[in-house]
């Protein structure tokens, strides 16, 4: 088994940049592929990026491809989210997931893990 807990959201104005990290506890981190979702008010719980096991490959959800970037550091069992260019709509909570399914990236479903969430809010 892995937790998860989230660093780094906040409140932060439309161009901001911000970076969401995600600590693992375990010795398998590296067994996981790692994602994070988001859920504003409101809304469904919507994927935003995706990276596997290995870092090789990442995804990303069409709203933030070219803006957000997903990383992570097997080594710290850290998955990290580099958010530039922020625009009122990205304001939700901030999950990060992990599993050791395979399934399509963006299937919430698929995931065993999930962190409490970190709140960002970008004001316009």
């Known amino acids: 088994q892995v937790q998860l807990v989230e660093f780094g959201g906040g409140v932060v104005q439309t161009g901001d940049s911000l970076r969401l990290s995600c600590a693992g506890s375990?010795?398998?981190?590296?067994?996981?592929?790692m994602a994070w979702f988001r859920q504003a008010p409101g809304k469904e719980r919507e994927f935003v990026a995706a990276?596997?096991?290995?870092?090789?490959?990442?995804y990303y959800a069409d709203s933030v491809k070219g803006r957000f970037t997903i990383s992570r550091d097997n080594a710290k069992n850290t998955v990290n989210l580099q958010m530039n260019s922020l625009k009122p709509e990205d304001t939700a909570v901030y999950y990060c997931?992990?599993?050791?399914?395979?399934?399509?990236?963006?299937?919430?479903?698929?995931?065993?893990?999930w962190g409490q969430g970190t709140q960002v809010t970008v004001s316009s």
């Open positions: 997931a992990g599993r050791l399914k395979t399934s399509r990236f963006s299937d919430d479903g698929s995931y065993e893990y």
């Open positions: 375990g010795r398998t981190f590296s067994s996981y592929t």
């Open positions: 990276i596997t096991r290995s870092g090789e490959m990442t």
